[in-house]
């Protein structure tokens, strides 16, 4: 008997058989988290009181980022930073590692959203990755930066449309510099699937990253520059007394004149702002090295990012030691927005994305996957960050990052530090900044809501990128889901 054939969500033949046998050894373990040589040892958690100037909560991206900045911008400032688990073990240690210059999720959701400040808004992010690029030499970081820029694919024939009136537009506003239209076999001629019918190129825009190295050299930094961290100590209260505010942990307090919260997907110690947010499980495998055979098969040599056009679209990139990264397609919401350690593993989810990868790329056949792990994304309706303050201005948060944080963390920090410090910028100016997204309803509604996009998501996808009403309405709400 031969193996079977299982017809994916796009209707082309792929052996499911093919797809397990490439999966059987992969580890249930997060690929960038696992260098038991490199990762640094944990602070032990916080025991008694403690008191700062600023404490920030959160040792990903967000909080490290704070935290460093904070110490640059006043050497003297006291800091102090809380970690409910190890530094860089959410989001920031587990993403694909593209680190993108958009702060409003791509021009395109830009463009739509803030069309008077679109002009703004991209010449700060490219500020922030030259910022972020300058900081990873500075401070020694090793975590593989390359400035190679991303490739938006078409694999459906209205999505090169898409993708040309999207060139077109920023051409328009003087904002194509570094941007490429790729046809067919200029595209394939980068990265070689059969599945590929154009791309296009923003060349200056993003750059790969080893993003747990990314987190941990920003460990580093902080604790070079003074910053007083503590793992192992989530943040369970936020309460104030006369002109400092607090927070409790399990085995003490910390005082402090200001706080700033990166906690982002999960639930914020300034409940108003949880309504804004809701988890989603987002999936991720990781290939064994390639050989210099299955290399030359696909192409890649300039190693770009890679990303499908789909609403429910793939990302893809090669590691330093020629791994390939193939991440996204399902998107995971839990009734409650609970999380929990047991979402992170979903066989349905590895089956599916291994048949697409093979899909798309089927000079690979035979090539076996060492990891598959999964991992919660802060999303909010807008699909990019939003940030404020609460207890008259010394609490101060930012979130929302939709999976584009790992760029967008760094003006994020910069933000909150502007409103903490009581300053008006250019970025507290913008009208991103001063407007929040819409928040999502309450459950059963919240769950259903979702439920109903996705399908309709979905629906979309396969009917040549038609919007349903249920979609144009959310459009004309300014509501969404983003997968």
Same mark, same amino acid.
């Given at each position: 008997?031969?193996?079977?054939?299982?017809?994916?969500?796009?209707?082309?033949?792929?052996?499911?058989?093919?797809?397990?046998?490439?999966?059987?050894?992969?580890?249930?373990?997060?690929?960038?988290?696992?260098?038991?040589?490199?990762?640094?040892?944990?602070?032990?958690?916080?025991?008694?009181?403690?008191?700062?100037?600023?404490?920030?909560?959160?040792?990903?991206?967000?909080?490290?980022?704070?935290?460093?900045?904070?110490?640059?911008?006043?050497?003297?400032?006291?800091?102090?930073?809380?970690?409910?688990?190890?530094?860089?073990?959410?989001?920031?240690?587990?993403?694909?590692?593209?680190?993108?210059?958009?702060?409003?999720?791509?021009?395109?959701?830009?463009?739509?959203?803030?069309?008077?400040?679109?002009?703004?808004?991209?010449? #700060?992010?490219?500020?922030?990755?030259? +910022?972020? &690029? @300058? *900081?990873?030499? !500075?401070?020694?970081?090793?975590?593989?930066?390359? $400035?190679?820029?991303?490739?938006?694919?078409?694999?459906?024939?209205?999505?090169?449309?898409?993708?040309?009136?999207?060139?077109?537009?920023?051409?328009?506003?003087?904002?194509?510099?570094?941007?490429?239209?790729?046809?067919?076999?200029?595209?394939?001629?980068?990265?070689?699937?059969?599945?590929?019918?154009?791309?296009?190129?923003?060349?200056?825009?993003?750059?790969?990253?080893?993003?747990?190295? #990314?987190?941990?050299?920003?460990?580093? +930094?902080? &604790? @070079? *520059?003074?910053? !007083?961290?503590?793992?192992?100590?989530?943040?369970? $209260?936020?309460?104030?007394?006369?002109?400092?505010?607090?927070?409790?942990?399990?085995?003490?307090?910390?005082?402090?004149?200001?706080?700033?919260?990166?906690?982002?997907?999960?639930?914020?110690?300034?409940?108003?702002?949880?309504?804004?947010?809701?988890?989603?499980?987002?999936?991720?495998?990781?290939?064994?090295?390639?050989?210099?055979?299955?290399?030359?098969?696909?192409?890649?040599?300039?190693?770009?990012?890679?990303?499908?056009?789909?609403?429910?679209?793939?990302?893809?990139?090669?590691?330093?030691?020629?791994?390939?990264?193939?991440?996204?397609?399902?998107?995971?919401?839990?009734?409650?927005?609970?999380?929990?350690?047991?979402?992170?593993?979903?066989?349905?989810?590895?089956?599916?994305?291994?048949?697409?990868?093979?899909?798309?790329?089927?000079?690979?056949?035979?090539?076996?996957?060492?990891?598959?792990?999964?991992?919660?994304?802060?999303?909010?309706?807008?699909?990019?960050?939003?940030?404020?303050?609460?207890?008259?201005?010394?609490?101060?948060?930012?979130?929302?990052?939709?999976?584009?944080?790992?760029?967008?963390?760094?003006?994020?920090?910069?933000?909150?530090?502007?409103?903490?410090?009581?300053?008006?910028?250019?970025?507290?100016?913008?009208?991103?900044?001063?407007?929040?997204?819409?928040?999502?309803?309450?459950?059963?509604?919240?769950?259903?809501?979702?439920?109903?996009?996705?399908?309709?998501?979905?629906?979309?996808?396969?009917?040549?990128?038609?919007?349903?009403?249920?979609?144009?309405?959310?459009?004309?709400?300014?509501?969404?889901?983003?997968?």
């Amino acid at each position: 008997m031969g193996d079977a054939v299982h017809r994916d969500d796009s209707g082309s033949a792929v052996s499911e058989a093919g797809a397990l046998r490439a999966l059987a050894d992969a580890e249930p373990a997060v690929f960038w988290l696992d260098e038991p040589d490199r990762r640094p040892r944990p602070h032990s958690a916080l025991v008694g009181g403690e008191q700062c100037d600023l404490l920030v909560v959160g040792g990903g991206y967000s909080g490290l980022w704070t935290a460093l900045l904070a110490k640059e911008r006043d050497p003297g400032r006291d800091v102090v930073l809380v970690e409910g688990e190890e530094v860089g073990w959410a989001a920031s240690g587990r993403n694909g590692g593209f680190c993108a210059a958009s702060l409003t999720h791509g021009f395109g959701n830009g463009l739509t959203r803030w069309p008077e400040e679109i002009t703004a808004l991209e010449e #700060l992010g490219l500020r922030n990755l030259d +910022a972020i &690029e @300058e *900081a990873v030499g !500075r401070y020694g970081i090793d975590c593989d930066f390359a $400035r190679t820029g991303e490739i938006a694919v078409a694999t459906e024939p209205h999505q090169v449309g898409e993708l040309e009136e999207m060139a077109e537009e920023a051409h328009a506003l003087g904002l194509d510099e570094g941007l490429t239209f790729l046809d067919r076999d200029a595209v394939r001629a980068e990265a070689d699937s059969p599945t590929f019918l154009a791309g296009l190129w923003d060349r200056r825009g993003v750059a790969m990253v080893n993003p747990a190295r #990314l987190a941990w050299g920003l460990k580093r +930094a902080c &604790e @070079e *520059a003074g910053v !007083r961290i503590y793992e192992h100590t989530p943040a369970t $209260r936020l309460g104030a007394r006369g002109a400092e505010v607090a927070v409790r942990t399990p085995y003490g307090r910390v005082r402090a004149r200001h706080i700033a919260l990166g906690t982002n997907a999960f639930p914020s110690l300034v409940r108003r702002v949880r309504p804004y947010i809701v988890p989603v499980y987002d999936y991720a495998l990781m290939t064994e090295p390639l050989s210099e055979e299955q290399l030359a098969a696909v192409g890649w040599k300039n190693r770009q990012g890679l990303s499908d056009s789909a609403n429910h679209f793939h990302y893809f990139r090669i590691t330093a030691d020629n791994r390939v990264l193939w991440g996204g397609y399902d998107v995971l919401y839990h009734y409650g927005s609970r999380i929990a350690r047991e979402y992170e593993q979903r066989p349905e989810t590895f089956g599916k994305l291994a048949r697409h990868f093979f899909r798309c790329f089927p000079q690979l056949e035979g090539v076996r996957f060492t990891h598959r792990w999964g991992g919660v994304i802060d999303t909010c309706s807008r699909f990019s960050p939003f940030f404020g303050t609460a207890m008259g201005g010394r609490v101060g948060y930012a979130a929302g990052y939709t999976g584009l944080g790992v760029g967008a963390t760094r003006f994020g920090a910069e933000v909150m530090l502007d409103l903490l410090d009581g300053a008006r910028t250019e970025r507290t100016a913008l009208e991103m900044v001063r407007k929040k997204p819409l928040p999502f309803p309450p459950e059963p509604v919240r769950w259903a809501g979702i439920g109903i996009t996705q399908w309709a998501l979905a629906r979309s996808d396969a009917r040549g990128g038609e919007r349903n009403l249920w979609l144009r309405a959310m459009d004309r709400a300014g509501m969404g889901f983003d997968s």
